[in-house]
Nanobody, 116 residues
Framework: QVHLVESGGDSVQPGASLKLSCVAS????????MAWYRQAPGKEREFVAR????????MVADAVKGRFIISRVNTEKTLNLQMNNLKPEDTAMYFC?????????WGQGTQVTVSP
């Protein structure tokens, strides 16, 4: 059974940094692309970043490019998101995602709040 557990969310001031983590289980983690999405109150869930399985190539949304870095540690089945220079518009629930056997799986999310 696929299981994704996010952690690391917090309330911070603008300009701060946070690192989110997602621990995965129930599938061969190293073989699948992994992604982060976020959802702000009253808005649809949006793509943040994706990292591919073998070569580590990544894609990052324009809104966070240059500030957020996605990475993975396959030996620890962990997906990370380093978030720098956080802005109030980054406030959202952040979710870990994997598409496994044509089914989208999500964690429970971790809340990031950025305010003065």
């Amino acid at each position: 059974q696929v299981h994704l557990v996010e952690s690391g969310g917090d309330s911070v001031q603008p300009g701060a940094s946070l690192k989110l983590s997602c621990v995965a289980s129930g599938f061969d983690f190293r073989s699948y692309p992994m992604a982060w999405y976020r959802q702000a109150p009253g808005k649809e869930r949006e793509f943040v970043a994706r990292i591919f399985s073998r070569d580590g190539d990544d894609m990052v949304a324009d809104a966070v490019k240059g500030r957020f870095i996605i990475s993975r540690v396959n030996t620890e089945k962990t997906l990370n998101l380093q978030m720098n220079n956080l802005k109030p518009e980054d406030t959202a629930m952040y979710f870990c995602n994997v598409r496994y056997q044509e089914i989208e799986y999500w964690g429970q999310g971790t809340q990031v709040t950025v305010s003065p």
